[in-house]
């Protein structure tokens, strides 16, 4: 492991659990083999401006001067993913409230608009921030986002500067690159994740279309159409053909080039003003070692935390007969350091 900016606190060194080197095991632990935490979750919905919703998912209590961790899914996931549980849990353990952020159509109900979640929809994010700076304007707040979702929240923190509302930010296993991503995912075994993927996302349209219909949502229905047939919807099969598709035309893009440019969040590290921690390996099986920003493109107050090992989102430590999960303890631990200096 190799950190390009300064750590907050001496970094631990993850080894992968034994048997368990392969990215690819890495990576499939956790939705195939991981028995899930058990986290009881009250329901928020936060209502948009555009008539839109999101459902915040929250865990523990919260008060007015104790620290709140966001959390951010990543593609095709929700609150109920693995990884928000294990995350939750862990920080419930250290004392801390969090509340896990479903993008929109990801908690079980259709959102209510013909545009989707996105990789981009940093919008959103900052409407959740600023919805939880309103209720909680003396707490530390910080965000975790995994994946889709760390790819928000560096874009958001990029954005916003010094105004991001957050104390600190970690991002884990982001597709910093959206365009050689979308490249990385369609070679040798990433192609199982990129069909999962592809099957997950039509699934999302259809269940949209379903919805509208039933609603009379006229509108809505014709933006979907435009997309093309669910037959043809059902044969894209890289993510380069759906997001040239779907993506980019139903959420105000001009074309797929246009999308990855402007949503990638490596051309936005730079402006980061928040402290931020990027957890990444070098074995990640959607993202190329090229596609990993230098240290040269961080801020100041960003560590990129690279390691050898670790996969997507994986981080196994221990045996498979007792795994450990690096990310459960690494986070927590780094939030926790920020706080005297943010509190």
Known sequence: MRALASPALPVELFTPASGLGNPHLQTLWGPLWRTKPVVEHQRERLWLEDGDFLDLDWHGTPSAHEPLVLVLHGLTGSSASHYIAGQQSALAKQ??????LNWRGCSGEPNLLARSYHSGASEDLAATVAHLRAR?????????????????LLK???ESGSASGLQGGVAVSVPFRLDQCADRIGMGFSKVYQAH???EMVAYVKIKQRQFQQDAKHEALAALAKLGT???????RTFWEFDDRVTAPLNGYQSVDDYYR????????GAIETPTLIIQSEDDPFVF????PEASELSACTELELHTKGGHVGFVE??????RYYLERRIPQWLASLKPESA
């Not at 669910?230 to 894209?236: A, I, R, V």
């Not at 070692?289 to 990993?292: L, P, R, V």
């Not at 221990?318 to 795994?323: D, E, L, N």
């Open 95 to 100: 004392g801390w409230a969090s509340v896990a």
């Open 136 to 152: 909680y304007p003396l707490a530390p707040i910080y965000a975790v986002g995994y994946s889709l979702g760390g790819n928000v």
């Open 156 to 158: 958001y923190l990029g």
């Open 197 to 199: 993927f592809m099957r």
């Open 230 to 236: 669910l037959k043809s919807l059902s044969k894209l």
């Open 262 to 269: 402007r949503a990638s969040s490596r051309y936005f590290l």
């Open 289 to 292: 070692k090229h596609s990993i």
């Open 318 to 323: 221990g045996s498979p007969r007792t795994p």
